[in-house]
């Protein structure tokens, strides 16, 4: 009897945990679904341009970046073509490989950036406030770029890139509003730029996926 109490009570337990997932999956079934990968990458990179445009308008009503805005017309368009391709590389359902080259890209143009810039003209601004205006202006997109990998699953180099994708926006504004040397760049530019990218992939695979999808 005591044997026949004990296998009706492992029953009763199973049927409660049947019903439990019964439950669960059944609430899940009736959620609404979320946005696809797709939507989420658009609204990272859009929250990137918007600022790049907010901050172009801006220092061009000020009379600041007109003239550098001018001469780097074509690397900047290139720095925003890359938000987009890095973005859609790392969260982009495609090969394994992809975000290894959304990283490459990111980083091959934050080494260009360098490369690029001369010896530059000197400036009272506080070499500092480069990094911190970088920082800034990447806590909006890093917000949406953190939505969108929950998208994907967890991968540090979907991660990277992302962040990557995200220090564009500071690396536009330092093309607008500084006029200081390489080295200037390689110190106070790519430190943010490094420091984004990093953030974002600390905090996208430490946050809960919502999705596994490769």
């Known amino acids: 009897m005591a044997k026949l109490d004990e296998l009706l009570m492992q029953a009763q337990q199973t049927n409660s945990s049947l019903e439990r997932a019964r439950n669960a999956l059944t609430a899940e079934l009736k959620m609404r679904p ?26 061009m009503a000020a009379g600041d970046a007109t003239p550098l805005l001018a ?13 987009l391709l890095s973005a859609w590389l790392a969260i982009a359902p495609l090969s394994r ?8 890209l990111g980083m091959l143009a934050a080494i260009g950036l360098v490369l690029v810039r001369g010896a530059g003209l000197p400036s009272a601004t506080p070499e ?19 939505a969108a990998l929950r998208r994907a699953s967890p991968n540090p180099w979907r991660a990277l890139a992302g962040g990557l994708a995200v220090g ?38 430490r946050s809960k996926p919502l999705s596994y999808a490769p």
Do not use: N
Request: hydrophobic fraction near 60%.
């Open 168 to 205: 564009t926006t500071g690396a536009v504004i330092g093309e607008l509003a500084c006029s200081r040397g390489w080295q200037h760049v390689l110190t106070y530019h790519l430190s943010a730029w490094v420091m984004i990218a990093i953030v974002c992939a600390v905090l996208s695979l």
């Open 34 to 59: 979320g946005p696809s990968w797709k939507t989420t990458t658009m609204r990272a990179v859009a929250a990137c341009w918007a600022l790049m445009i907010a901050t172009a308008v801006a220092l």
């Open 97 to 104: 490989a992809a975000p290894i080259v959304g990283t490459v």
């Open 128 to 146: 500092w406030v480069c990094t911190v205006s970088h920082l800034g202006a990447g806590i909006i997109p890093l917000g949406f770029m953190i």
């Open 71 to 83: 001469s780097r017309l074509p690397l900047i368009v290139s720095l925003a073509l890359l938000t």
